[in-house]
């Protein structure tokens, strides 16, 4: 059987390497002497000018690209720069929107304190609530080292807020007037006809109260007339505004009226108040 003769081959590496080597040595040939000169300059032509235009095309292109990212380096120093920015000026516009916030609140107070002048009191801000959107009960940062006694009477945005009904050294606690637990004597102030209201559940969602016993025989009671404590009320200092009615209905019994009160404070935004040092009772001795 006959042997096949072993064809010589050079290895693909190898190759390359020998023609980039002819390439280089022929353009080193062509840039320093007229070797090429003459019919050899077309063949020169057709093998050199593509390589070098070839050569000139990659280095363009990794110009243009090392430009686009420089550039692209410079607009993300940029955005990164103006996020920071960006996030500087929310916080500053936050801050300035609570600022406004609480000066808002601090003017309500400022004109309820005038309201009220004959009472001393001390303005205190929430610390604590139970869970839940509304403010049934909540805890103040004032105490019994401030003078702060079990009774007082809390106000906050135009009128009554609640009462206190537990004291610690440095914080109180406080059911508002719309917990389903609380009671006040009021009365319509245009009128003096007297009424229960209480706190109810199921309007404490809608930020309501329930009002009921009304004596409202001749029909002056209406929509829209302010509520305020009573002089009977045991544990509410008189003439504090409640709030307004927003609906009346007549009773079975035809005799009374009862209903809902608009409340004059803002019981799902409360932050700072005000707390009555004088007590009823104490009133009622002078």
């Known amino acids: 059987m006959r042997r ?4 010589f081959t050079i290895p693909s590496k190898y190759l390359l390497l020998l023609l980039t080597a002819l390439c280089v040595i022929v353009m080193a040939i ?5 070797f090429f000169a003459g019919p050899l300059s077309s063949v020169a032509g057709f093998v050199i000018v ?20 420089g550039q692209l ?34 003017r309500d107070l400022y004109s309820l304190d005038n309201q009220y002048s004959d009472y001393e009191k001390i303005g ?9 959107n509304w403010f049934n009960t909540f805890v103040l940062d004032k105490g019994e ?3 702060i006694e079990v009774d007082m009477n809390v106000m906050a945005g135009s009128g009554l807020v609640g009462r206190v009904i537990d004291v610690g050294p440095n914080w109180c606690k406080v059911i508002s007037i719309i917990d389903d637990k609380s009671n006040v004597s009021g009365m319509i102030l245009s009128t003096s006809d007297r009424m229960i209201v209480s706190g109810d559940l199921e309007l404490m969602n809608g930020g309501m109260i329930r009002f009921s016993q009304l004596l409202n025989s001749e029909g002056t009671v209406k929509e829209g007339d302010k509520v305020v404590t009573s002089h009977i009320s045991n544990k509410f200092l008189p003439g504090i505004l409640i709030g307004y009615i ?10 009374t009226c009862s209903g809902t009160i608009i409340p004059a404070a803002d019981f799902e935004h409360l932050e700072e108040v005000l707390i009555i040092l004088t007590k009823k009772d104490q009133v009622d001795e002078e």
């Open 124 to 132: 205190a801000r929430v610390i604590g609530k139970d869970a839940g």
């Open 30 to 34: 062509t840039f320093t002497t007229d």
């Open 145 to 147: 080292k401030d003078g």
């Open 246 to 255: 927003g609906e009346i209905n007549s009773d079975e019994n035809n005799l």
């Open 50 to 69: 593509p390589f070098q235009k070839g050569i000139s095309s990659v280095g363009s292109w990794l110009t243009d690209r090392s430009d686009e990212l």
């Open 73 to 106: 380096k410079d607009v993300l120093k940029e955005n990164k720069e103006l996020q920071a920015e960006i996030d500087r000026l929310t916080i500053e516009i936050n801050g300035l929107q609570q600022d406004r916030y609480e000066l808002s609140n601090l």
């Open 4 to 7: 096949r003769k072993a064809k």
